[in-house]
């Protein structure tokens, strides 16, 4: 199903990250997945996140997809030019994939392999009006497709916390307007600069996903202080985590979690979780959000 | 040597929109060398825009736009008629453009396309960078070339990994595109970074069979 039609339930849409394993056992993470089927809509799967080798976006979707869960393909513009990013779009509708997630990627030098060329032959807009002309017949020469043409439902990022924000919106804009029907953000702590963004962008009426990332300890939130563009957890959430002795802290960080999805869902159309490998709490995080 | 072709005339004319008082600069080195500067492109350049109904408010020859030092000396006394302009269309090669966008307070467009560095980065060599894309998108940027300065050369905006303004790869390093917004925002040109930038056309890299085939290219090479 594309998550699009999902929207138009009017229902809080709920996506996960899965993040494919480096090397080809992949069972751990279909079985830590499984659990999550009746409440998640769809499992984002990551391209290559942080520039790591890993397995692809495409295999475990199929995978995902077989098993009758929701897939949705992230694609960035890093590894591939032009050519391989239009033929796998092809691929994954020949596979029988309909959600796709546009992204530029996070540059070679974050991964680890720094030595690799940085492909960026297109970038996040070009990509998705590639792929929307594709959904169209045409590739981006112009040439037609041959028989009937893909269809899919198009995703993009957009990150609330940068500052400043105004580049964001504008870039957010050119988007939508290359063919992005829905939109997940980097992850949010603040609830009054997310209204502000929401309120931003209202007007384009197109869904938003507000990222949730469960922390793990308060030292995790210091990291992405310091580290992560656009995040910037509060010091009263990390005097929280930090306040209740290290067994409580799993209980702890997923009660702040399922407190920001509370307030969060009444602001946009959907929450997107990414748990970094702790998929196995999030039916807990859920119940604890009422959802 | 720094090899430049004139872009369309229909491209530059597209590219200025709605401005209607144009100051005319052009180089009088490489360019001049390669016909797209100089005297007779400036006056040829001059022409054109009349006929299309655009006004010259004045122009300016200076021996070489890559040099800021000179730039700014040569159009000392033409700051006047710069800031009453709406814009500045430069016939020279994007680190020509790069530099006269340092010293002016206006939006400099490029109205050749670089094609061919020669090894070089200008022939007074400072801070500005140019890749030779053949399609130069320095109007659009406010004369921040995105591609030398983004260290993903992206076309339609910043990617989301800017951190206090430095660029995701390298903590040392300026995000290029926040610099563009902040110029842009400062020339009251943001409504540029509205329009789509389609993908590069890589072929334009290439310099054609004829200039290889010029002396010059062969000993600039
Ligand atoms: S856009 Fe940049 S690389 Fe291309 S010609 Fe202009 S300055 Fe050079
Ligand atoms: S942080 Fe800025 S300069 Fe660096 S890759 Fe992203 S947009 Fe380009």
Redesign the interface.
């Given at each position: 199903m594309k998550l699009i039609d999902r929207f138009k339930q009017g229902k809080c849409v709920l996506t996960c990250e899965a993040g494919p394993p480096k090397g080809i056992e992949i069972a751990q993470l279909i079985a830590e997945l499984e659990p999550l089927r009746p409440k998640i809509d769809a499992f984002n799967v990551t391209d290559l996140q942080s520039s790591v080798l890993r397995v692809g976006s495409l295999a475990v979707c199929r995978i995902l997809s077989e098993k009758g869960l929701e897939p949705v393909m992230q694609l960035t513009?890093r590894d591939r030019n032009?050519l391989a990013l239009q033929s796998d779009v092809l691929n994954a509708a020949v596979l029988g994939i309909k959600n796709l997630l546009c992204l530029?990627g996070?540059?070679p030098?974050?991964g680890d392999h720094p030595q690799a060329m940085?492909v960026?032959?297109?970038?996040?807009?070009?990509l998705l009006?590639?792929v929307k002309n594709l959904t169209k017949g045409k590739d981006?020469a112009g040439n037609d497709l041959e028989g009937r043409p893909p269809e899919f439902c198009l995703g993009a990022?957009?990150?609330p916390g940068?500052?400043?924000l105004?580049?964001?919106i504008?870039?957010m804009?050119?988007k939508i307007?290359?063919g992005a029907e829905f939109f997940q953000t980097?992850a949010v702590y603040e609830l009054k600069k997310f209204a502000g963004f929401m309120g931003r962008v209202k007007h384009f009426n197109v869904p938003v996903m507000a990222g949730i990332v469960l922390l793990k300890s308060p030292a995790m939130a210091k990291f992405m202080n310091a580290?992560?563009?656009?995040i910037h957890v509060p010091d009263e959430i990390i005097n929280e985590l930090a306040s209740v002795p290290k067994d409580k802290r799993v209980h702890k960080s997923l009660e702040i979690a399922a407190r920001l999805i509370r307030e969060l869902k009444g602001l946009c159309q959907g929450i997107h979780i990414m748990s970094l490998g702790w998929e196995r709490h999030i039916p807990t995080v859920l119940e604890m959000a009422g959802l | 040597m720094l090899f430049t072709e004139n872009k369309p005339f229909d491209e530059v004319l597209e590219s200025l929109g709605n401005d209607k008082n144009i100051f005319l600069l052009a180089c009088n080195g490489c360019a001049e060398t390669c016909e797209t500067g100089g005297e007779k492109a400036l006056s040829t350049l001059r022409t054109e825009l009349k006929k299309a109904g655009r006004k010259v408010t004045d122009t300016c020859l200076v021996d070489f736009l890559c040099n800021k030092i000179l730039v700014a000396t040569r159009l000392a006394r033409h700051m006047e008629q710069i800031q009453q302009s709406d814009s500045v269309l430069a016939l020279t090669c994007g680190i020509g453009v790069q530099a006269v966008a340092k010293v002016v307070n206006k939006l400099v467009r490029p109205a050749d396309n670089t094609i061919s560095l020669g090894g070089l980065q200008g022939l007074w060599p400072s801070e500005e960078r140019c890749e030779a894309c053949g399609d130069c998108v320095l109007d659009y940027t406010g004369g921040l070339c995105p591609l030398t300065s983004c260290a993903k050369g992206l076309l339609n905006g910043p990617c989301g990994g800017a951190q206090d303004g430095k660029c995701e790869v390298d903590s040392e390093k300026d995000c290029g595109w926040l610099k563009i917004y902040e110029r842009l925002e400062k020339l009251e040109r943001l409504d540029n970074l509205k329009k789509f930038q389609k993908a590069r056309d890589h072929s334009k890299m290439m310099p054609s069979a004829d200039l290889r085939k010029t002396l010059f290219y062969d000993l600039e090479r």
């Open positions: 513009c032009r530029t996070d540059h030098k974050l940085p960026f032959d297109l970038d996040s807009v070009q009006s590639a981006m990022v957009v990150n940068a500052d400043p105004e580049p964001q504008l870039k804009e050119k307007q290359a980097q580290n992560v563009a656009g | -």
